[in-house]
């Protein structure tokens, strides 16, 4: 039976309330991205940065999922193979809508990273500087999150689930952030359909066999619903 491979972004989650970053009025539009998604940004000011996550984060917190989330969550349920969530997120609501496995690959807002002993935990609702780190000590407390310049997390167990994809879906991102960007060519080299759902046609819509336009709450749930019935 056919593995499905999905990859999200931010809008999956725009319709619980979470910005997205390229829209009209969206994060990039309001915060310079060396400045707060840099680890340049964070050594020249740590405060700024972690302004920017604190608000994130609690944000994240207070926000549901949606159709969109609950949908792909009754997809892995119902579906009898394979159904992998990458998400570009690094809000939970994958997970809070029932969701298994999701992959970040580029961390979550949960998360905590030391800088100096690269040990993890999970986040405080707000995190200050010079916080220091549980295990080595150092006041070196950053962001569990992938910054520009910095390597995507599990890309080899990304890579292979694409080689194993007979369906891929791309769903509420813009299609201009690498390697994401380019997991559709993954796919189709491994012989699967490709799909993209998205409010508007992305960068990349032109490499996908198929383009279904909507807002994520109407057009997933219609997906998830044509391809259960397609078995
Ligand atoms: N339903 C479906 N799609 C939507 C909706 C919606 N309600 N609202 C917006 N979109 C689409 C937009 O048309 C856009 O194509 O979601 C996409 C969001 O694109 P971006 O804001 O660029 O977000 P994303 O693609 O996730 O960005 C990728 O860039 O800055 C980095 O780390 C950041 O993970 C992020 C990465």
């Known amino acids: 039976m056919e593995k499905i491979v999905i990859l999200t972004g931010a809008g999956i989650s725009a319709e619980s309330g979470l910005g997205t970053f390229r829209d009209e009025g969206g994060l990039w539009a309001q915060h310079r991205i060396e400045d707060v998604a840099t680890p340049e940004g964070f050594a020249r000011d740590p405060a700024l940065v972690h302004r920017f996550y604190n608000a994130r984060r609690v944000q994240a917190a207070e ?59 999970t986040a405080p609702p707000e995190m200050a500087v010079g916080e220091p780190c549980p295990a080595c000590a150092a006041p070196t407390a950053r962001p569990d999150v992938v910054w520009f310049g910095e390597m995507p997390y599990h890309m080899d167990a990304i890579y292979d689930h694409l080689a194993g994809a007979s369906i891929f879906a791309a769903i509420g991102t813009s299609g201009q952030v690498y390697p994401a960007a380019a997991f559709v060519h993954e796919a189709m080299m ?29 057009a997933v749930p219609r997906w998830v619903d044509q391809i259960l019935s397609s078995q």
Do not use: K, Y
Not at 84 to 112: F, P, S
Not at 190 to 217: H, K, Q, Y
């Open 63 to 121: 926000a549901q999922p949606n159709a969109a989330h609950d949908a792909l969550a009754r997809l892995q349920r119902d579906w009898p193979s394979e159904v992998v969530i990458i998400t570009q997120n690094v809000d939970n609501l994958h997970e809070a809508g029932g969701a298994q496995g999701v992959i970040h690959m580029h961390g979550t807002l949960a998360g905590a990273l030391c800088a100096a002993c690269g040990h993890r935990w």
């Open 190 to 218: 491994s012989g699967a359909r490709t799909v993209e759902l998205n409010l508007e046609p992305s960068t990349g819509a032109s490499s996908f066999d198929e383009v279904i336009l909507g807002p994520a709450t109407e």
